[in-house]
């Protein structure tokens, strides 16, 4: 084949009413998509914001596949129009990436025409995460973090403050580490990793230390939710 014949504009027509059928999968897909990012994914950004990009990145990488398969030289020049593009917005979490991936990879699928393949695996990958996000859930055991901070009270010694609330903290949780103890002027701050069995005596933990302590504040902190109490 002669060099000039990869670029010839000679290639197949693209047809309309495939690429409409592929468009209409695609966006179920993204909807589907969407729907198991807001409810099984676990980032501190704005889920719901998002997953609106979601069905833009799928359908666009559709299009896209779809107009440049069947000429050389379209996607050459596709290769050279996404060397200059910059992308600004940070994706500050794996678990983002990891569905823009999704949503392109299906994209892809879809528009080179292997539509059962990728509706297959789509579905077969959202599932898989579903499970292990439920999975995780029910498992258990859980580290986090837990700041508290107080004002301190000249009338009471903080030395045994910090101790009463060590004492207190080991009666809910199955083990504990002070990881971080500030003291600025009157306002003491305490951070500890600790391994609790279940949500439950992280209430009962906040309820006991309110009680003894009204003006206490205190702050529970993982690397997926961030609850505040």
């Known amino acids: 084949m002669q060099i000039e ?13 495939p690429l409409l059928i592929n468009l209409g999968i695609g966006f179920i897909l993204s909807l589907i998509l969407r729907y198991h990012f807001k409810r099984f994914g676990s980032t501190l950004s704005n889920r719901e914001e998002f997953a609106q990009v979601f069905p833009f990145v799928l359908l666009t990488t559709l299009l896209i596949i779809s107009i440049v398969k069947s000429s050389l030289a379209l996607s050459l020049g596709l290769v050279g129009a996404l060397s200059i593009v910059r992308f600004r917005t940070p994706i500050k979490e794996p678990e ?6 999704i949503a392109i990879a299906i994209g892809l699928g ?16 959202l599932g898989f995460m579903a499970a292990m996000t439920k ?21 009471e010694a903080s030395d045994q403050i910090v101790m009463d609330i060590n004492k207190l903290i080991l009666k809910h949780v199955v083990s504990s580490d002070l990881r971080r103890f500030d003291v600025r002027e009157n306002l003491i701050e305490a951070t500890y990793f600790v391994d609790v069995s279940s949500s439950d005596d992280l209430f009962l933990l906040t309820h006991e230390l309110r009680q003894i302590y009204p003006g206490i504040g205190i702050t529970f902190l993982d690397q997926n939710q961030l609850p505040s109490v």
Not at 96 to 101: G, H, I, K, P, S
Not at 110 to 125: F, H, Y
Not at 142 to 153: G, H, P, R, T, V
């Open 5 to 17: 014949n990869l670029f010839s504009n000679n290639h197949v027509p693209l047809e309309i009413f």
């Open 96 to 101: 983002e990436l990891a569905y823009l991936f």
């Open 110 to 125: 879809l528009g080179a025409n292997q539509t059962l393949p990728t509706i297959l695996g789509a579905l077969l990958i």
């Open 135 to 155: 999975f995780k859930k029910n498992e258990t055991g859980k580290n986090i973090y837990l700041s508290i901070d107080w004002i301190e009270n000249k009338e």
